[in-house]
Every structure is written in C-alpha cells, then in structure tokens.
C-alpha cells in the first residue's frame, strides 16, 4: 500500500512565525502535490513537483515556498504565517498519470 | 477560475436509492478524470477513474459516465449506502502532471 505521511495532525502557530509542513511518501512516485482544502473552495494546488529540486506553483503559490531535495520528501514552507492561512493542508503523490495518493491532512491554525 | 466545477455542495439520499453526483469541466485538454471520496479528519482517497477516450467505467456499486461534448462528468453509486456518507470530490488531471479538483459535494445517506 501506498503512504504518504504529513509529520502533524494538528498545528497552531502564530501570527509571523515560519511554519514547515513535511510529507513523505514510501512508493517511488515522481509527483508530490501540496493542496489546501478550504470549506467551498474544494482543493486548491499550491505547489507541485515532479521531480527532486523540481517545483512549480500551482493556483494559489503567495505566502508559500516548497523544498524537494529528496524525492520521497516534500516540504511545504510557510515563511511569514498569516492568519488566512489558517486551513487543512493535504500533501499527494502520484506516479504519472494515474490517481494521487493523499495523506491524512495537517490542520494549521495561525492564531 | 475554476477549470472543474461542482455546482451541487450537498446531497442527500435515501439508504437503496441512486446518488448522482455532477461535475463540470472547462478544459477540452484533460485526459484523465477522477473521483475523490473524504471522510472528515482524513485525506481524500481515490475511488473510480475515467480516461478521456471512454464514455463509461464501472466499479462495483459506482459508475462514472463522461460527456466529453458536454464538458461534464457524473458519478453513480447504486445503490447507495449510510457509509457512503463523504464528501466527493471530482478531479481533472491534464499531460502537465497537475490535478484540479472541484469543490466537492457532500453526500448524506439517510437510513
């Protein structure tokens, strides 16, 4: 089976501090995506990647950096936490062409 | 702009009945389509997929059909059941490795 592991559950940080969301998955896949889910919004790609130190922004990329230096590892920055970044983060991977594979969630709140 | 819509945010069925959930797509240039189901606290999870050159795949209990002259895509879960209580997500995937999600739908099923 397919894992794909967020290093949190849950997260509160404040106002300005530099947040960093971890994600790895076990399965080899070239893609790894980071998306917020946001109550009527569905999910909104922030970055992806498709290969190591590899990265394109996606629709919503301000306030956001990535790092992948590894290709099982992605990294979600935060650099300045605002409070509209209050959100539940989902990381994803996928080989090609075929479904992602998610993980649990992060849900950060920025107080 | 969102290049894949989901215009219903809720549905609600009885316990044997059909569930029909919509989405809508912009992009001519999608080759792939998906469906995403969510349970609260946990990461979506991949539940039935399309390729652009069908008009139909089954699986089980769920069915999706593809109008592609339409722009439209819709899933089937017959018959529907208390557990398939989720939000459903529907999901584009284009040759530039990005996915698009719509804003999902949240499906109650009444016993």
């Known amino acids: 089976d397919v894992k794909v592991t967020q290093s949190s559950r849950y997260l509160v940080k404040r106002t300005g501090e530099k947040v960093f969301l971890e994600c790895v998955q076990d399965?080899?896949?070239?893609?790894m995506f980071w998306y917020r889910q946001d109550p009527g919004l569905g999910l909104r790609l922030i970055y992806f990647s498709y290969d190591v130190k590899m990265k394109e922004k996606g629709d919503i990329p301000e306030g956001y950096s990535v790092s992948r230096e590894k290709k099982e590892r992605f990294s979600l920055i935060l650099e300045s936490a605002s409070t509209n970044q209050t959100s539940m983060y989902l990381c994803?991977?996928?080989?090609?062409?075929?479904?992602?594979?998610f993980g649990q969630g992060t849900r950060l709140t920025v107080v | 702009d969102q290049q894949v819509k989901q215009n219903s945010p809720s549905l609600s069925v009885q316990e044997g009945r059909i569930s029909i959930l919509n989405c809508d797509y912009t992009n001519s240039m999608f080759d792939y389509f998906l469906w995403y189901k969510k349970y609260p606290a946990e990461g979506p999870t991949f539940l039935i997929s399309i390729s652009s050159i069908k008009d139909k795949n089954e699986d089980g209990r769920f069915t999706v059909f593809l109008n592609k002259s339409a722009k439209h895509l819709s899933l089937h879960i017959v018959p529907s059941q208390p557990g398939d209580s989720a939000v459903y997500f529907c999901?584009?995937?284009?040759?530039?490795?990005?996915?698009?999600f719509g804003s999902g739908t949240k499906l109650n099923v009444k016993p």
């Open positions: 999901a584009a995937f284009n040759s530039f490795n990005k996915f698009y």
């Open positions: 994803a991977s996928s080989l090609g062409l075929v479904e992602a594979f």
């Open positions: 399965m080899d896949h070239e893609n």
